[in-house]
C-alpha cells in the first residue's frame, strides 16, 4: 500500500463522480485537438499549393503595371539588375528563390512572340509544372520550409543539383513554349535567328495553359544583349515562404527596395491568413471553454470530494499523515485526471482529426505529436489549478473537528 | 508516560467561545489502562485527541514519553503519532474503498514499510484478531464487530506503546462490546498503555483507573 494506490483505488471505488469531471475536460482537449490538427493540416496545404503555383511575390517597377508585365509590352519601365543581388544578400527571412526577368515583345518569321531573359536555375525552381519535364529535381519542389526533413532528404540544400540546373541552359540556348514550338515548328536541337543572334532549341516545353507557352525563354544576359538593354530587368518573381508573407515579408522587401512596386497573389495568401486566423479564433475560444468548463468541474468535484472524505482524512492524520500527505492525495488524483483526460484528448481529438478533415477541409490530416505534448500540458494544468484551493483545504482540515464524534 | 500539566482548550465559534478543557493535569504511567468517562460534551473526546497530538490546547503541555508534542512542528508531530500511538474511534473510519488488509497497512506504509513487510505484517495482525478469512473484504463487507477489529488492527499496526480509544464500543452490540473490551485489556496485559473514552459505566470498569470529566474539569 502506498499513497498512490490510494489515489488509484479512490478513483476506482467513485468511477461516477470521476467521469462527469472527466468528460468534461476529455470533450475539450478531443475539440481543441481536433481542431488545431485540422487547421494545421490546412494551413500546409495551402502552403504546398502556393509554392506549387510557383512565384508568388511579384517586385516590379514602381511605374509599371501588372497588365504591363504580363503583355510584356515593350515600352515596359526596368530596374536595375542589381536589385536582385540586394534581396538575396539580405537577411530577410522566407524569400525561398529569386527568379529576374527581362521581357519584351518581338517578332519572329511574322509571329508576334515575347522573348523572357531568365536565370535559369530561378526561373525552373520557381516553376514547379517545368520540373516533371525533367528540367529540375523534385526536391526544389515545395521548398517552402528547408528545414523541412522531406526537402532535405531530396536534397534541396544540396548546391549541386542547383549548379546543374543553370548549366542546363548555355548563352544560346533557348527553351521555348509549346504554342512557339508550334508556330515556328521547331524542335529540340532546332535554330532561331532572333534580331540577329542564333539560339538553339535546349528544350520544348510541354504546354502549360498560360502565357508562357508563347515565350521563348533564354538566358537574361543574352536578353539584354539582343533586347540592347543594360544591366536591367523588368521584374523579378520570388518565391516566398507563404507563412513569411503574413509574417511581413512583404514589408521587408519594401524597405530595401522603396522604389518599386511589390505585388503578390493576393487573394490566395488572404484566404490562408483568413483560415488561420479563423482556427485561432477557434481555438483560442475553446481553449477558454475548456478552462472555464473544465476547471470549474474539476474545482467542482474535488470540493465535493473533499467534503465526502472528511473522515477518512481525519482518520489519515489520526494514523500519522502529514497534512502534505492529505495534499499529495488530491493533487495527485488531479494528476492523473489529467493526464488520462490529455492522453484520450489527443488521441481522439486526432482521430476526429483525421476523419473530419478530409471532410470539412478537403485536407489529410496526420497526428502531429506536438500537439500531444500540449493537450496533456493544457489538461494536468487544468486539472492541479482546479484542484489545488480543494487540495490545500484538505490538508488544513482539523482533524479534532472531524474525529470529535460526541 | 503520559503528562498534562494546566491543560484547557477553547473553541470559538461565531463570536462564542466554549471552554472544553479547565486547566486538566494528569499523569498516565506506562501500562495503564485508563478510562475516561463523563457527560456528553464534557471534554472527554477533545482530552483524548489533544493527548494524542491532534488538537493544539490554547494553554498547557502535553507530555509523552518526555516529548513535549506540541512544541514539535506539524510533521514531527505526525511522524511521533505514526510511531508512537494507535487510534482506535467509535465509528472505526476505516478507508471504505480498502480491503481489510489494506486499512491495515496504511499506517505501516506511513512508516517506510516495505510492501512485502507490510502484507506480512497485516495478515500476522488481522490473524491475530481471527479476520484470516476477511483479508480482502471491504469494511462495507464485514459485521460491525470485524470492522472495529480491522480498526485495532490498523492501530497496533506500527507497534503502538499507547492506544487511544474514542468511544470504541460505542457502535457495538453487548457481546461485540465485551470481545473488543477483551482485545484492550489483552493488548494492555502485553504492556501497551491503554487510554479509552467511554460514557458506559460498565465498559469503564474493565480500566484500572478511571478519570471523569464535567465542564471540562476533572472531578476524580
Not at chain 1, 544560346?172 to 529540340?188: H, I
Amino acid at each position: 500500500m502506498n499513497l498512490r494506490r490510494i489515489i488509484l483505488k479512490e478513483l476506482l471505488e467513485r468511477k461516477k463522480q470521476f467521469l462527469t469531471s472527466f468528460i468534461a475536460i476529455l470533450l475539450g482537449i478531443i475539440v481543441i485537438v481536433a481542431v488545431k490538427s485540422v487547421s494545421n493540416s490546412s494551413e500546409k496545404a495551402v502552403a504546398i499549393q502556393l509554392d506549387n503555383l510557383g512565384a508568388n511575390i511579384l517586385v516590379l517597377p514602381q511605374t509599371t503595371t501588372i497588365d504591363n508585365y504580363y503583355a510584356a509590352d515593350i515600352n515596359a519601365p526596368e530596374m536595375p539588375e542589381d536589385y536582385v543581388d540586394r534581396i538575396a544578400s539580405s537577411t530577410i527571412p522566407g524569400v525561398d528563390n529569386l527568379s529576374p526577368k527581362l521581357s519584351a515583345r518581338i517578332n519572329v518569321q511574322n509571329h508576334s512572340l515575347v522573348l523572357t531573359g531568365i536565370l535559369p536555375k530561378n526561373e525552373l525552381a520557381s516553376k514547379p509544372i517545368w520540373q516533371t519535364a525533367g528540367f529540375a529535381d523534385p526536391g526544389l519542389q515545395a521548398a517552402c520550409d528547408p528545414n523541412n526533413i522531406m526537402n532535405r532528404s531530396l536534397g534541396y540544400e544540396d548546391p549541386k543539383l542547383q549548379r546543374q540546373v543553370i548549366d542546363s541552359l548555355g548563352e544560346y540556348d533557348c527553351l521555348v513554349g509549346s504554342d512557339v514550338a508550334s508556330k515556328l515548328s521547331l524542335k529540340e536541337g532546332s535554330g532561331i535567328k532572333i534580331k540577329g543572334t542564333e539560339l538553339k532549341v535546349a528544350k520544348v516545353l510541354p504546354q502549360t495553359g498560360t502565357v508562357d507557352d508563347g515565350r521563348i525563354f533564354v538566358h537574361l544576359h543574352t536578353a539584354q544583349k539582343i533586347l540592347g538593354k543594360g544591366r536591367v530587368v523588368n521584374a523579378i518573381e520570388i518565391m516566398g515562404c507563404c507563412a513569411a508573407i503574413s509574417e511581413g515579408l512583404l514589408g521587408n522587401l519594401r524597405n530595401i527596395l522603396p522604389d518599386t512596386k511589390i505585388t503578390t497573389i493576393n487573394h490566395i495568401v488572404q484566404t490562408q491568413v483568413e483560415t488561420n486566423k479563423t482556427m485561432e479564433k477557434f481555438s483560442v475560444i475553446f481553449l477558454i471553454i475548456i478552462i472555464l468548463v473544465g476547471g470549474i468541474s474539476i474545482g467542482n468535484y474535488m470540493w465535493s470530494n473533499v467534503e465526502e472524505r472528511k473522515r477518512e482524512i481525519g482518520s489519515l492524520l489520526a494514523i500519522g499523515a502529514s497534512p502534505r500527505d492529505v495534499y499529495f492525495i488530491f493533487i495527485g488524483k488531479a494528476l492523473i485526471l489529467g493526464l488520462i483526460g490529455g492522453i484520450a484528448g489527443y488521441l481522439l481529438g486526432t482521430l476526429a482529426g483525421m476523419i473530419l478533415g478530409p471532410q470539412i477541409a478537403g485536407v489529410k490530416v496526420l497526428p502531429i505529436p506536438l500537439l500531444f505534448v500540449w493537450a496533456v500540458v493544457i489538461a494536468v494544468g487544468i486539472s492541479v489549478i482546479a484542484s489545488y484551493l480543494p487540495a490545500r483545504r484538505a490538508a488544513k482540515l482539523d482533524p479534532a473537528l472531524i474525529l470529535q464524534e460526541i | 508516560m503520559i503528562k498534562t500539566e494546566n491543560l484547557s482548550k477553547t473553541y470559538n465559534s461565531k463570536g462564542n467561545s466554549v471552554l472544553a478543557l479547565n486547566e486538566i493535569s494528569l499523569s498516565i504511567e506506562e501500562g495503564e489502562f485508563i478510562s475516561i468517562v463523563g457527560p456528553s460534551g464534557s471534554g472527554k473526546t477533545t482530552l483524548l485527541l489533544c493527548m494524542g497530538g491532534l488538537i493544539h490546547p490554547s494553554q498547557g503541555k502535553v507530555t509523552i514519553e518526555g516529548v513535549s508534542i506540541y512544541d514539535l512542528d506539524v510533521k514531527k508531530r505526525a511522524i511521533f503519532r505514526l510511531r508512537n500511538l494507535g487510534f482506535v474511534f467509535q465509528t472505526f473510519n476505516l478507508i471504505p474503498y480498502l480491503t481489510a488488509q489494506e486499512n491495515v497497512e496504511i499506517p505501516l506504509s506511513l512508516a517506510g514499510t516495505s510492501d512485502g513487510t507490510q502484507s506480512e505484517k497485516a495478515t500476522e495482525l488481522l490473524q491475530r484478531l481471527g479476520l484470516a478469512d476477511r483479508l480482502n473484504h471491504k469494511p462495507r463487507e464485514l459485521s460491525i464487530g470485524e470492522q472495529q477489529r480491522v480498526a485495532i488492527a490498523r492501530a497496533l499496526a506500527n507497534s503502538p506503546k499507547i492506544i487511544l480509544a474514542d468511544e470504541p464500543t460505542g457502535n457495538l452490540d453487548p457481546d461485540t462490546t465485551n470481545e473488543t473490551v477483551g482485545y484492550l485489556r489483552s493488548l494492555n496485559q502485553a504492556g501497551i498503555t491503554v487510554v479509552m473514552v467511554t460514557h458506559n459505566p460498565g465498559v469503564a470498569e474493565y480500566a484500572q483507573r478511571t478519570l471523569r470529566l464535567v465542564d471540562g474539569r476533572l472531578t476524580e
